[in-house]
């Protein structure tokens, strides 16, 4: 049995809300290119959050929210001031808040934990998610439909789940703002939204999401959930509205999958469970970096196949390109050795198969001429050759000599060039264009 | 020198031999690609085909001869070294690896700086000069690679008038001792005054050769008469296919 | 299949099974810490961990100059996954799994990999360097933290004493490992030295200095090297997470005192040894201290007095700067006013309106008065009104002079002083030297334009 009431419910629970509440706030970081300031403080909060036991000497949510908000605000002010008054590059004001910020946090959290409370470093970086058992559950799922169930529901989701119902409202209601002033600050700022008090707003949702997703999952899972989904989501679309969609939709996905792979995958091999936060984020990672493989627009395999796929129609082109400008020289069929010679082609065999495959070319008696089709392909192709010449020597003044080259890696892309005289510059003729007859 | 350097989407097809011992000026509009092509030139730019030499050889083969003055806004001046340690980083290949800076570096780096009329701010730190002295500095430095060859990349852009007397004195006296100068210049009115030779270039070189036969009203229209639309698509197409989008 | 059984992640357990208090050791133990008698180990882990500072404090330089602070972040994150493998891989070859050396090697080598995949996501894709180095950091080290999960629940043996390398623990570290570190930090000071020439011009124009022949690739790469080694070589005592922090802080505060490069690396080689020496002092004394919070926190002290006291780059250095040449200005348009409303005094209703006018606040108009009276410009001041000196009154003929002649110059030179329009024209006539005021006379002069005369006749 791979899931448990008792021990994967509330978990994963907690992990999905976190995810979906860091993916979903991480993608305006990630427009404004802050997702380092995400980072910043989600280490930052933690004197926040020790400073806010010190006083209050209580683990509330509520005090804990105000302490780590605090400490958030107070991280983007002080970078801010850190760069401008110091004059220090962005990075290292970053690198030297976050950082002090930090280790006052851990300094501090030894002195709390000199008073015995369970406040401790390491759980602030990879959480506590396994620990949030239940371990009077019902034996069943139907079991679930009963008060009790309610009663049960550990402070950590509840909180979750109110950062979250929040931060979906604020992203909702001034999505249009958020846009703009990811955009360009500057001119939200003079259509009368303040682009700064949007930029604070969301850095106070950072630091609550962060500290509502601290105690369950840890603070590195919050900088991959800020951060991975948004990046995943952003090669995958470029419409914000879209992004923000796949983005939550993948912080689920990692959420559950990376916690699935914690407690199944180990298991197989006879192992003991790994931790689940932890797991999540490498999930995250694996998923971002299959994006970027496979995505269908920017991927990168999918821009090696149309690389591809342009070179074989390159080729392509060159071949009945070259059986045409024979054909002017009164050769009507070539064989294929002359063809190899004229394309530069030790193997040019399955290039004419393929062309012959198409219908392009026809084989007679070991020799190949162009077919009808493959006439009208040919001329289509030299017109757009001839075209470009004249072109580049006619407006563009590059020497006659010269145009050549460029002529034969222009005929094969997108624009067309304008319709010119009858002949090219060396006076060749300019073929009409097949589709006009 | 041949240039012949061809492609990319900013710049196609130029072919250009610069003539020894000359002020040669490269103008254009903005986004013309002048910078680019003293970038290519250099090796900084990888060019999509063609063939740069400098007195028939490879550029590795004499990168020793050729000295480089990039532009002002290319460096942060907020780096923390004075005006002289900036000209004797055009002694370094000189001193070596590892090598320090001995005084004599130090004095010749100092004789540079007097070229360029700086030499009273040597010790300055770089980001307490004025726009003009910064890049005064850096033809300092450049003097200081004792290049035969220099490029230099919009040495006039925004100096005051004494600046641009200082260094217009620096390059006739390059000039007058056999070397060449390449200038990326953007100042029409100034071409005829300054320079020998000129390279109208706008995506493509329009013209080129000595100023009086090629820095005319015609050729001027067309270098800026505005882009050819077709070849800015053109060469965003081949952008495009080049990175497989 | 096995039984699944949460586990509780708590490196501190024992901790808090045991009574542990901070209390103030001996003022004696203090001094023999301090000065290097508190014991041999002790001594070697204090003076390994400064010289790791003072190596930090030097590469860090360079890695700030490059702009690669943040870089560093996402480097020290993605050794934690070498550290587990290699203690998982050495466990299976037989070799010792816990030996330092082994755990440094898989540490650097996943630390490099990881800066390797910031450049490769900044090449193959179009997010940025921030997003490339968040990415980095977070899933290497999520995958640090499962591999030590693992191992805590899997792994037979003493697995305890992974965990230290991510916040530090300075005090426990054997001598053999204090050596390692040390030669380490000697190795990368002395490299950094050595190079400091191709450093320096790498970072401060890669494109000159790869036309002037320097191979940047390769430079960069060893400017990363030593990054990296210093970083792996912190580890043990200082910790994965605030080990950067020896690397960016230091010289972030010493930019703060100097603009020499030279004193610069100096100044920033000490702050690194002095907050690497205080934190292993403190953490020695103080067993429950984390040696890294330590440093950083001192290294971060240092930072701030930098920050605010450095006497030219402070911000209260630069702030009393303004005030002053505010000041200065103020009172120049005192004079000015004065000496125009052709009077010797200043009666206190007319100074108060020209306040007024101005929209000086009540501190600002003394500090005027002030600082005027500091210069002689003002003399005694009765309840009606206020003497102006006879300096005082000249100082207002040159201001309201150089006014006019500014005003002059703009109308009919503008165009040729580009370097010079940019300054307020307000602010202009008092910052004017007395070499740019001959200048602009002679160009007035050779325009034929009609200026003020020049106040040697005035007296």
């Given at each position: 049995m791979y899931f448990d009431l008792a021990l994967d419910l509330f978990p994963l629970l907690a992990a999905a809300l976190a995810a979906v509440c860091c993916g979903l706030l991480g993608n305006f970081l990630l427009l404004r290119k802050q997702s380092m300031m995400g980072d910043a403080i989600s280490h930052s909060v933690l004197p926040g959050l020790v400073i806010a036991f010190l006083i209050a000497s209580t683990r509330s949510p509520l005090v804990m929210l105000v302490g780590a908000t605090i400490a958030g605000v107070v991280t983007v002010v002080l970078v801010e001031f850190v760069k401008r008054f110091?004059?220090?590059?962005p990075g290292a004001a970053m690198g030297v808040v976050f950082s002090i910020l930090f280790a006052l946090g851990v300094l501090l959290i030894e002195k709390a934990a000199v008073?015995?409370?369970?406040?401790d470093a390491e759980c602030v970086l990879h959480?506590?998610?396994?620990?949030?058992?239940?371990?009077?559950?019902?034996?069943?799922?139907?079991?679930?439909?009963?008060?009790e169930t309610l009663d049960a529901i550990p402070r950590q989701i509840i909180t979750l789940t109110i950062i979250l119902i929040l931060a979906i409202g604020f992203v909702s209601l001034l999505f249009k703002e958020l846009r703009l002033a990811s955009f360009d600050p500057a001119l939200a700022t003079t259509l009368g939204f303040n682009s700064t008090l949007l930029h604070y707003l969301l850095m106070i949702f950072v630091a609550a999401a962060t500290v509502a997703s601290f105690e369950a999952v840890g603070s590195i899972l919050v900088i991959a959930m800020l951060i991975c989904p948004g990046a995943t989501a952003r090669l995958l679309t470029d419409r914000l509205r879209t992004q923000i969609v796949l983005s939550v939709l993948i912080a689920l996905f990692t959420a559950v999958g990376g916690y699935f792979s914690a407690t199944i995958i180990p298991g197989w091999f006879g192992r003991d469970t790994v931790n689940a936060a932890g797991s999540i984020t490498v999930f995250s990672g694996l998923v971002l970096s299959l994006t970027i493989i496979i995505?269908?627009?920017?991927?990168i395999l999918s821009r090696m196949i149309r690389r591809i796929r342009l070179s074989s129609r390159v080729a392509l082109d060159d071949l009945l390109a070259t059986m045409y400008r024979a054909q002017e020289q009164a050769q009507a069929e070539m064989s294929a050795s002359d063809i190899s010679d004229a394309i530069l082609r030790s193997k040019p065999q399955p290039l004419l198969n393929r062309a012959v495959k198409r219908a392009l070319i026809q084989r007679h008696r070991g020799m190949y001429s162009l077919t009808e089709k493959g006439q009208c392909a040919a001329r289509s192709i030299v017109r757009r050759h001839r075209l470009w010449e004249h072109y580049l020597v006619d407006?563009?003044?590059?020497?006659p000599d010269h145009v050549h080259e460029t002529a034969e890696r222009l005929e094969h892309l997108p624009p067309v060039p304008p319709a010119g005289p009858?002949?090219?510059?060396?006076?060749?003729v300019i073929p009409d264009d097949p589709q006009v007859p | 020198m041949t240039v012949a350097y061809h492609k990319k989407p900013v710049l196609w097809d130029v072919d250009y031999d610069a003539p020894a011992n000359k002020l040669i000026a490269i103008v254009g509009p903005n986004g013309a690609g002048k910078s680019t092509f003293i970038k290519s030139c250099l090796g900084l730019i990888p060019k999509a085909s063609g063939l740069v030499e400098f007195w028939g050889q490879p550029y590795r083969k004499v990168r020793s001869r050729i000295g480089y003055v990039p532009q002002r806004?290319?460096?942060?001046?907020?780096?923390?070294?004075s005006a002289l340690d900036v000209v004797c980083m055009g002694r370094y290949r000189r001193i070596g690896w590892c090598r320090p800076v001995t005084r004599k570096h130090k004095v010749a780096a100092l004789d540079c700086l007097e070229l360029v009329g700086m030499r009273d701010f040597?010790?300055?730190?770089?980001?307490?000069?004025?726009g003009g002295q910064q890049q005064r500095v850096f033809l300092a430095r450049a003097l200081a690679q004792q290049a035969e060859l220099y490029f230099m990349d919009?040495?006039?852009?925004?100096?005051?008038a004494a600046t641009e007397r200082a260094i217009i004195q620096v390059l006739r006296e390059l000039k007058n001792s056999g070397k060449t100068v390449i200038v990326v210049h953007?100042?029409?009115?100034?071409v005829p005054e300054y320079f020998d030779e000129v390279i109208l270039l706008n995506?493509?070189?329009?013209a080129s050769g000595p100023v009086g036969e090629v820095f005319t009203e015609t050729n001027l229209h067309k270098t800026?008469?505005?882009?050819?639309t077709l070849l800015s698509e053109a060469a965003e197409a081949i952008a495009r296919t080049e990175s497989g989008v | 299949m096995p039984l699944r059984i949460p586990i509780l992640?708590?490196?501190?357990m024992q901790h808090s099974i045991q009574e542990v208090t901070d209390e103030w050791p001996r003022m004696s133990e203090i001094i023999e810490t301090v000065t290097f008698r508190a014991g041999y180990n002790t001594g070697m882990v204090i003076g390994g961990t400064a010289l790791l500072g003072l190596a930090a404090g030097i590469i860090g330089v360079f890695a700030l100059l490059r702009k690669r602070s943040l870089m560093t972040d996402a480097l020290s994150h993605a050794t934690l996954p070498g550290i587990t493998l290699a203690f998982l891989f050495a466990g299976t070859f037989g070799?010792?799994?816990?030996s330092l050396p082994v755990l440094l090697v898989g540490a650097s080598v996943t630390g490099v990999l990881g800066v390797i995949c910031v450049q490769l996501i900044l090449h193959h894709t179009r997010l940025r360097e921030d997003a490339a180095i968040g990415i980095v950091l977070s899933v290497f080290f999520g995958a640090g933290i499962v591999g030590l999960s693992y191992i805590q629940a899997n792994a037979p043996g003493d697995s305890g004493?992974?965990?230290?390398?991510?916040?530090?623990?300075?005090?426990?570290?054997r001598v053999g490992d204090v050596v390692l570190m040390g030669s380490i930090a000697l190795v990368a000071i002395m490299a950094t030295l050595l190079f400091m020439k191709e450093f320096a011009i790498v970072c401060f124009n890669d494109a000159f200095a790869r036309v002037d022949g320097w191979p940047v690739g390769l430079v960069d790469l060893f400017m990363m090297a030593l990054v990296v080694l210093v970083t792996v070589a912190g580890l043990q005592a200082v910790g994965l997470i605030l080990v950067v922090s020896m690397l960016i802080i230091p010289p972030v505060a010493a930019r703060f005192w100097t603009d020499r490069l030279s004193v610069l690396v100096l100044i920033s080689g000490i702050i690194g040894a002095t907050s690497g020496y205080l934190g292993a002092t403190v953490s020695a004394l103080?067993?429950?201290?984390?040696a890294g919070a330590v440093i950083v926190l001192t290294a971060g002290c240092i930072f701030v007095l930098s920050m605010f006291?450095?006497?030219?780059?402070g911000v209260f250095a630069h702030a009393i700067r303004r005030v002053s040449v505010r000041v200065k200005v103020a009172g120049d348009h005192l004079l000015e006013h004065v000496y125009e409303s052709r009077q010797s005094t200043l009666t206190s209703d007319d100074f108060a309106n020209f306040a007024r006018m101005q929209g000086w606040s009540p501190l600002f108009q003394l500090l005027i008065r002030f600082a005027l009276r500091r210069e002689n410009m003002l003399g005694s001041k009765t309840r009606r009104e206020i003497r102006v000196t006879e300096a005082g009154l000249e100082r207002g003929a040159r201001v309201s002079r150089n006014h006019a002649l500014w005003e002059q110059y703009l109308v009919s030179?503008?165009?040729?002083a580009p370097s010079h329009v940019d300054w307020s024209v307000d602010m202009v006539e008092h910052v004017l030297s007395d070499e740019l005021i001959h200048e602009l006379e002679t160009a007035l002069r050779n325009q034929g334009v009609d200026f003020p005369p020049s106040l040697e006749g005035v007296g």
């Open positions: 110091g004059k220090v590059e008073r015995h409370v369970d406040l959480g506590q998610l396994e620990t949030l058992v239940w371990y009077s559950a019902p034996a069943t799922i139907s079991g679930l439909w009963s008060v995505s269908p627009s920017h991927g407006q563009a003044g590059l020497a009858q002949t090219d510059p060396q006076g060749k | 806004e290319s460096v942060d001046w907020d780096f923390p070294v040597a010790n300055r730190q770089i980001s307490q000069l004025s919009e040495p006039f852009a925004g100096v005051d953007h100042d029409l009115q100034s995506m493509r070189v329009v800026y008469g505005g882009r050819l | 992640f708590h490196a501190n070799l010792e799994s816990k004493g992974l965990n230290h390398f991510i916040y530090g623990q300075a005090a426990t570290m103080f067993p429950r201290k984390p006291l450095a006497p030219k780059r030179h503008a165009d040729i």
